[in-house]
């Protein structure tokens, strides 16, 4: 079993660079299947979830080549197989935008149900609707999505979300840009990974505009071409370190970010006493004094993001007062309320509402990551608790965290991996 210890009480000092972002690759290296030569990728996260989607492509018949560390070539032009690899994409989300990627390029698509964390429901109703308005049938067999565009090709057409969907408005994005015809996405999802995923397409010789608004046009083009594109930083990486240094203490430079994307955050942190400065591409934040209560409520961008709501919750742990936390995206967000109680924690959830009463002190404890995000929550409680705190399960904090161990490090947090024998573990399932 590998977990990370962390003895909290150090502040946090120094600067952190963040890496391209996890939501925007997991889409874009998907979308690179719709390419008829070379794709030069850049700024990709070193992370779990790439490593899979890489994977699953290359098992298609990509040819992927790394130029350096954050660089790849991914060439796609000989793939012929519509089918991918059970074992793999079932363990990511993202694996989703193949059924958009190979329905574009091949009219058809034969992709497991995807996987992911477990935040209550998660359907893909809206994929399928929007697939379907393109001219596909669409059908789940033997736990695979069975998508066929009985044309061959999928055509444009009017598409209505009945709810805010970044996978969605990703997913038949990805569909249209081959499409024969024009292609409308409303009530479309805005989040930044959306406008990356548009600007790598066009980028590649797309037709796509609106991408950042709620109406969406994709005029379909009869070939995408190569080209060089750099993935936009991680804005909710670089929300957790904002938040970590909120919760800890001390002064921290976060930089190689877009400062826009981080107001929703900045907001918030402000309103609890954190100072925040904007210096071109990188944010300044300070936290000397006490932490006050404020109320925080998810929402799709420009909302305050629902991917920053337990390292959110760990810091409203530490304000004076009570706060009151609404998730308005997913409706089981919350399983981490039980590993920050054993941490001390005055935290009550009833549906989609949390009450959480400030503490004066966190202690450290044992503590299991149950999903990605709450897994860096379980971190930024860990850096500012007193005493120890062991969180295991972190192979889901490394599907989405580049380097999460040596960059808190860099910032003089006392935390390290720590690998412990199967006898060990043993002994630990069984008392
Ligand atoms: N929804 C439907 N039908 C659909 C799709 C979504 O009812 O067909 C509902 C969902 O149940 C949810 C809401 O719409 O209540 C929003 O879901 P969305 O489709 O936006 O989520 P997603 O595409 O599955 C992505 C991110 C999540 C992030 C959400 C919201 C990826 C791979 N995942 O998920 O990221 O929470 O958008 O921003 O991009 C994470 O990174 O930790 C993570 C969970």
Known sequence: MTKYVIRGGNPLHGEVVISGAKNAAVAIIPAALLVDGVC????????????????????LGAQIRTVNRTTLDIDC????????????????????????????????????????????ARPIDQHEKGFYAMGARVQVINGYIDAKAPAGRLHGAHIYFDVVSVGATMNVMIAAVLADGLTVIENAAKEPHIVDLANFLNSMGADIMGA???????????????????????????????????????????????????????????EMGVEITEVGDSLTVRRNGPLTKTNVKTLPYPGFPTDMQPQIAAVLCLAQGTSILTEGVWDNRYRFADEFRRMGANIQVDGKIAVIEGVRQLTGAPVSACDLRAGAGMIIAGLAAEGITEIDQIYHIERGYEDIVPKLAGLGADIHVETTSTEEDWHIHAV
């Open 40 to 59: 030069r990728i850049e700024n990709v996260p070193q992370i779990s979830d790439v490593t899979l989607i890489l994977g699953i492509l290359e098992d």
């Open 212 to 270: 950042g608004t709620d109406v969406i046009k994709i005029r379909g083009v009869p070939r995408l071409c190569g080209g060089t594109y750099s993935i936009i930083p991680d804005q909710i990486e670089a929300g957790t370190y904002m938040a970590a240094v909120a919760a800890a203490g001390g002064e921290v430079t976060i930089q190689n970010i877009i400062p826009k994307h981080l107001d929703c955050i900045s907001a918030k942190l402000i």
């Open 77 to 120: 032009s000989n793939i012929r197989k519509c089918r991918a690899s059970y074992d793999m994409a079932r363990q990511i989300r993202a694996s989703y935008y193949l059924v958009g990627a190979l329905l574009g390029r091949f009219g058809n698509a034969y992709v497991p149900m995807p996987g992911g964390c477990d935040l209550g």
